[in-house]
């Protein structure tokens, strides 16, 4: 709450006969040229001033900023409320549950850990693609979500009744940000302060790195670690340094063969070209007008793709026409569009706002795209994408060069084709998936007890998931009458497919019984499977067992197709080593086609009836007619019904038991909710910072290393120091569930950082997989046991890596695990910007190889031993620009470098002193 008014910005906006209290923007100078998001930032501020960490010379940096210059004035956010998916929120929940038992036993109130701001959590990352094609997928799968997650769920409605201001929206309702827009965001916030109604911005951190869908609503928010969110929850504001702000103007209309997907990745490409990692990012020109709501979600929502903190739109009519057909009140509508007028808030694109960087894109040039195999800024255009993989494939395939051949060859057409030798029809291929006057990639392998043969890149899943598009129904309208086209000229999918449809919200169903067309999506195997990322977040279910044994008997790299926002490397599947992003459209082509080596403008999808060759142009919808169905099949009445009981769940939430109590009851028998580690031992006052010493590599990584890499979302192998643990503690193989399920238990997690059967540890040579060389022994072990050793010894460790380490998802555990690892610093050539921060916010020193140094040009080779001095100089309480590394290496020669700390505000510096944020928040609470 505000105790100043340091520019007298207080003032009643009368709306619909309602009195709020505002404070107005244009009480401070220079704020009309300000970009949107800095007005939200700017309110903020105005709004949260206290004369401490929120100053009248803060409020005066912003209306001031001067685009040109870097980031250098640090500021305190104060985010309106907080928004969590469970693979996240569960972790957030049971650090809280810990913190109440630790302020206990510092003498302090438990209940004074509570959230300060509202807190929502959308419990949408467990269901898992186990059954996929048949009309009983979804209650299936409902029913092993339930019976996997059953201790999780009970943990989370005990939170939901232990908490003040914690909403839980159950399971089967939709995804996170799906949802957010859909329903939870209110775009204008209101809150009784001192008898008044206050009004002021929407805005939110979330959990999730795709927080960032909201900004298509105008709502400033984006992703931001577990630990961070917990700490906003606490009232702890994120400290930032008033960012750059790239202006990207939008002009034109998208043409007719192109989709909102098409636009994102061209965005994306542009913006990762550019360079967009800790900036934001707004949207404005006379196109903005003409982008629909759904397509400026789409966009908000692949900010972290390109690396921005955020991706916004201003305020506009279209912005209150969507809040009015997702059902939200006339009285909000009026309050959004009286407050956004009345702040400056509301789009005029006659007035252009400064920007530090400007770019440009003409929609009209958009054309068909996908990404992959890897990185969703990688853009293909379509019609090279048969060439694209054909140059990556031998990549991930020893023998994946394309092959010529005269002639027929039995391997060259799957055997269900009928111009296959010996083939038949029964299981609906209808086309060679390769033509032998093309080539074709090298390994054909007959499936075992089925009637087809495959190859190096088959489509082995084709899925409709994630809240990127799902959200969108232009693209989805365009998939289902795609469908419905399809059936119609007797094409169908390829049976070696795993097709599914995961929707973002039962309004996608709704829509799809109106319209019509849930049969011919069927009838393409594209049945509903859950509400969730599944496969996005790599819940895509095993592929059926004859073709995971004979991708893996032959080695085959075989690709997945999704309509989502990650693809990369096993993420998706453990069977699959290629991943595409498209729109769910060209999902659903891609499933017809059978295989990523293919070429839609020339390959036909298969034969009519009348045997005439049918292209992907003769069944792809017109935007007119795509329209048009909107228009007849989406309602105001669909949202609202929808919604009406959004907190309230089904049969299986409502009758679960739920503990009760202000702290929680912890099973000593739960491998999925247990208590973790981080306050044992806690003194009210924090240990003084070291200097390290001795320290050994723990791993040695590339360029882009992922929070996938670090700490995997999928599924657990059975070999794996985790998969190990949960035998020993009476779990079978089936219901190990995935490591972002467990992660609740910490025990889990340690064991799986680092342990994605891709990442490549350079401490080995050619070995992929969560391994190491352990210094000690000289051997390779797991990198988890490596670990345990180096700690009975008193060895502390390092990670080194090369560029955009920690890029993907905000997961808290990639920070988490690394730090119970035993790993002191990680030194790298530069940072993504949730992961950066949330190794401060546990107490893991973030260090860079000086500008433009590596460890290859240092000469490192990870065999060293690390030596780092200077810390202690944040004792003192300031925060010294450099540390000195030394690595001496085997023979006593040693490497010597001044590393970059990347500790960026005060802020930070205070949580790394403390020895992490949770830390800091609690030392806080308890000495209030």
Not at 278 to 288: A, L, N, P
Not at 290 to 304: D, E, F, K, W, Y
Not at 458 to 477: F, L, R
Not at 846 to 869: H, M, W, Y
Request: hydrophobic share 35%.
């Amino acid at each position: 709450m505000s105790t100043v008014n340091s520019f007298d910005a207080k003032e009643t906006l009368s709306v619909g006969g309602e009195d709020y209290e505002i404070y107005a923007l244009d009480a401070v100078e220079g704020h009309e040229k300000l970009p949107y998001s800095l007005k939200i930032l700017l309110e903020n501020l105005l709004r949260t001033e206290d004369g401490a960490n929120i100053t009248a010379d803060h409020v005066r940096a912003l209306g001031s900023w001067d685009p040109s210059a870097d980031p250098d004035t640090e500021i305190q956010f104060t985010p309106a409320r907080v928004i969590m998916q469970d693979f996240t929120g569960v972790p957030c929940v049971v650090d809280l549950a810990t913190m109440r038992e630790a302020v206990q036993e510092l003498g302090g109130d438990p209940e004074r850990i509570n959230p300060l701001a509202p807190a929502e959590m959308v419990i949408d990352h467990s269901v898992m693609i186990d059954v996929a094609g048949r009309l009983d997928a979804l209650e299936k799968n409902m029913e092993l979500e339930y019976g996997r997650n059953k201790e999780r769920y009970q943990f989370l409605r005990w939170g939901q009744t232990a908490f003040d201001d914690f909403k839980v929206v159950p399971p089967g309702t939709g995804i996170v940000h799906q949802v957010n827009i859909e329903y939870l965001a209110r775009t204008v916030m209101t809150r009784e302060v001192d008898g008044v109604t206050r009004a002021y911005p929407d805005s939110c951190v979330g959990t999730d790195s795709h927080t960032t869908m909201v900004n298509g609503l105008g709502v400033l928010g984006w992703g931001v670690g577990g630990i961070e969110a917990e700490a906003a929850m606490l009232g702890q504001p994120v400290s930032m340094l008033i960012p750059r702000v790239v202006g990207f103007k939008l002009t034109g209309q998208i043409p007719p063969a192109a989709t909102a997907t098409d636009v994102v990745l061209t965005i994306t490409e542009m913006l990762r070209n550019h360079g967009a990692v800790g900036k934001f990012v707004e949207f404005y020109g006379d196109g903005v007008g003409q982008v629909p709501l759904a397509n400026r979600a789409t966009i908000g929502n692949m900010s972290p793709e390109f690396g921005s903190t955020c991706a916004i739109f201003p305020i506009d009519e279209v912005t209150v026409d969507y809040l009015r057909l997702t059902s939200r009140s006339e009285e909000q509508l009026a309050l959004v569009e009286a407050y956004a007028k009345r702040q400056g808030l509301w789009h005029d694109p006659s007035k252009e706002a400064v920007y530090s960087e400007y770019l440009e894109l003409d929609l009209s040039t958009v054309v068909p795209s996908i990404a992959g195999p890897k990185r969703p800024q990688d853009r293909i255009v379509l019609t090279e994408a048969k060439e694209s993989f054909r140059e990556v494939l031998p990549t991930y395939a020893a023998h994946g060069e394309v092959q010529q051949e005269d002639g027929d060859t039995a391997g060259t057409f799957p055997a269900s084709d009928p111009a296959a030798p010996g083939g038949d029809n029964d299981s609906g291929g209808s086309a060679p998936v390769h033509s032998p006057r093309n080539g074709r990639p090298s390994a054909p392998t007959a499936v075992a007890g089925r009637d087809f043969t495959i190859d190096h890149g088959i489509v082995s899943i084709a899925s409709i998931t994630s809240c990127t598009n799902t959200s969108n129904p232009s693209v989805m309208m365009a998939a289902g009458l795609l469908a419905r086209n399809a059936v119609a000229k007797g094409l169908t999918s390829k049976p070696w497919v795993k097709t599914s449809m995961a929707p973002g919200s039962q309004v996608v169903t709704n829509y799809y019984e109106k319209a019509g067309l849930w049969p011919e999506l069927e009838a393409l195997g594209f049945h509903l499977v859950g509400y969730g990322c599944t496969t996005c977040i790599g819940n895509s279910g095993p592929l059926d067992q004859e073709i995971s044994d004979a991708i893996a008997e032959n080695d085959l790299a075989v690709t997945a197709v999704l309509s989502g926002n990650r693809n990369f490397e096993g993420r998706i599947n453990p069977d699959v080593k290629m991943n595409y992003l498209a729109s769910p459209p060209l999902v659903i082509a891609y499933a017809l086609a059978g295989t990523m080596d293919f070429d839609f403008e020339n390959d036909p999808l298969g034969q009519d009836s009348e045997g005439n060759d049918v292209f992907l142009r003769d069944i792809w919808p017109s935007p007119t007619e795509v329209e048009q169905v909107i228009a007849e099949n989406i309602t105001q009445e669909m949202f609202s019904s929808d919604y009406a009981d959004v907190f309230t769940g089904d049969e299986r939430w409502r009758s679960l038991d739920t503990p009760e109590g202000a702290t929680f009851a912890w099973d000593a028998e739960s491998t999925y909710v247990r208590k973790p580690p981080y306050f044992e031992g806690m003194g009210i006052t924090p240990e003084p910072v070291t200097d390290i010493s001795g320290a050994r590599v723990l791993a040695k990584l590339g360029d882009s290393t992922t929070t996938d890499h670090i700490s995997p979302a999928g599924s657990i192998k059975a070999d794996s120091p985790a998969g190990r643990y949960l035998r020993e503690h009476g779990v079978e193989r089936k219901d190990f569930n995935s490591y972002g399920s467990r992660r609740g238990n910490h025990e889990v997690m340690i064991r799986g950082t680092f342990a994605n059967i891709r990442i490549k540890n350079q401490l080995l040579d050619g070995v992929e997989g969560g391994y190491t060389k352990n210094f000690l022994t000289g051997e390779q072990e797991f990198i988890y046991d490596a670990a345990q050793a180096y700690a009975e010894q008193g060895i502390p460790l390092v990670v080194l890596a090369g560029k955009e380490y920690g890029t993907g998802s905000s997961r808290d555990w990639a920070a988490k695990g690394t730090k119970l690892l035993g790993v002191r610093a990680v030194i790298t050539e530069s940072y993504e910007r949730i992961h950066r921060s949330n190794l401060i916010g546990m107490g893991v020193l973030p260090l860079q190889f000086p500008a433009g140094e590596s460890a290859e040009s240092l000469g490192l080779t990870g065999e060293e031993t690390f030596d780092i001095s200077g810390v202690t100089a944040l004792n003192e309480g300031t925060t010294p620009k450099t540390v000195k590394v030394t690595a001496t290496k085997e023979d006593g020669t040693a490497v010597e470098f001044d590393a970059v700390v990347r500790i960026d505000t005060p802020g930070e510096a205070d949580y790394f002193r403390n020895g992490g944020i949770l830390q800091y928040v609690l030392r806080s609470l308890v000495a209030a």
